[in-house]
């Protein structure tokens, strides 16, 4: 019953199977690329408003400002956690 209801599924996992280990390897390096570049972004949005624009030092903003910018940085680091999460929780299959 189960190859009826689901052979997208097992032929995705077939194809997996078959990938050299060069093609995994590359794909484990995208993986990486994309949580590095991802990372980078985030930083520079963050850098931007919290230090060049001054929300995030104290001696040149309002406590509100204070408040927006680091809820707003806690939220984008929890996000990009869960983003991590999500991608490197799929199991790579063994070559």
Not at 67 to 76: A, D, E, Q, R, V
Request: charged letters at 20%; one cysteine or more; proline letters at 6%.
């Amino acid at each position: 019953m189960t190859n009826q209801e689901h052979p997208q599924e097992e032929d995705k996992k077939e194809e997996e199977q078959q990938m050299s280990p060069d093609v995994q390897m590359l794909f484990y390096f995208i993986k990486i690329m994309r949580m590095i570049f991802l990372f980078m972004i985030l930083m520079m949005i963050n850098v931007f408003f919290g230090l060049y624009l001054g929300f995030a030092v104290p001696s040149e903003s309002t406590p509100l400002r204070l408040g927006l910018f680091y809820t707003w940085f806690g939220i984008s680091l929890a996000g990009f956690i869960y983003v991590c999460w999500k991608m490197w929780r799929k199991k790579m299959p063994a070559p």
